[in-house]
């Protein structure tokens, strides 16, 4: 897809084509799967009535590359704990994105009021838990041998939030 023909795109033909049955396979079971674009739709729909999901677009070919979903699980207090997903075109696999996507986010993080992020991996997607572990998550030992394990990364302190 051109930048010019995914810009005046629907944002379902987007994530349609975002979402293919590799990149979905290690998600959530009700995401996996292919993407009509009526179940793309509908997809969006859902995560926006959970919380918000950004874009990633590729800064030198200005192509969607992939979307951040965050969720603020606490919904109280002064400083938010969120509750991170992201997700990758197969394009987009192997070259750095994610880490540089995750550590940029955590960097943003640090200067803005979030005390805490957490994010879950499926146990067989190494690749994503390298990158939360070269970013500073700690995997929570009670997940260890769970089908997902839970990273989290704590910014503030209980005394600071």
């Keep these: 897809m051109k930048v010019d023909e995914w810009m005046s795109s629907d944002l379902g033909n987007v994530v349609a084509d975002m979402l293919t049955p590799r990149v979905t396979e ?6 996996q ?20 999901t950004l874009l990633v677009v590729e800064k030198a070919s ?3 590359i992939g979307l951040i979903i965050l969720f603020d699980v606490a919904n109280s207090g002064e400083y938010a704990q969120l509750r991170l ?11 750095g994105f ?7 986010f955590v960097n943003r993080c640090r200067q803005v009021e979030v005390a805490s992020i957490t ?12 990158v939360l572990e070269k970013t ?7 997940t260890v041998d769970a089908a997902e394990q839970i990273f989290q990364l704590q910014l503030k302190s209980n005394k600071d939030a």
């Design 62 to 64: 200005k192509q969607p």
């Design 33 to 52: 799967g292919a993407y009509s674009l009526d179940r793309a739709q509908d997809w969006i729909k859902e995560r926006d009535s959970e919380g918000v």
């Design 136 to 142: 500073g998550f700690i995997c929570d030992p009670s």
């Design 26 to 31: 290690a998600l959530p079971p009700a995401w």
């Design 119 to 130: 994010g879950g991996v499926d146990r067989g997607n190494i690749a994503s838990r390298r």
């Design 98 to 104: 994610a880490s540089e996507l995750v550590m940029g």
């Design 85 to 95: 997903g992201y997700l990758l075109t197969e394009s987009a696999w192997g070259k």
